[in-house]
């Protein structure tokens, strides 16, 4: 099996996405501002109540964007582990073949 370059393209593709969505929804995001120290505490303690919520869906999105990288970084190195693999037994393939051309040539040169 071949790396399979299209299918870490289309993944590094998928990975340019949401991370464009995340960057996007966290620009647009509502903005709270910030607890006016001289209103009610029960006031500042819902401001700051909204804000925690924005930042957990915040981590939220970000901790799922982690488990795609990770995922999609576990497929790279098992495709690319492949391809060591079948790279190693190429290159002893060719020193073998080598070895056969220099003992063939050798022994034609002997028996010439």
């Not at 492949?82 to 073998?96: F, H, P």
């Amino acid at each position: 099996m071949a790396l399979p370059v299209g299918e870490i393209l289309s993944l590094a593709n998928v990975l340019v996405d949401v991370s464009g969505k995340l960057m996007k929804s966290y620009k647009n995001r509502k903005r709270i501002a910030a607890p006016d120290p001289s209103a009610d505490p029960k006031d500042q303690v819902h401001s700051l109540v909204e804000q925690l919520h924005q930042l957990e869906a915040v981590q939220e999105k970000q901790a799922e964007l982690i488990l795609q990288l990770t995922e999609q970084m576990q497929s790279v190195t098992q495709a690319l582990a492949v391809q060591d693999q079948r790279t190693r037994r190429a290159n002893w393939a060719l020193v073998a073949a080598l070895v056969a051309l220099g003992v063939s040539v050798a022994a034609w040169w002997m028996t010439r």
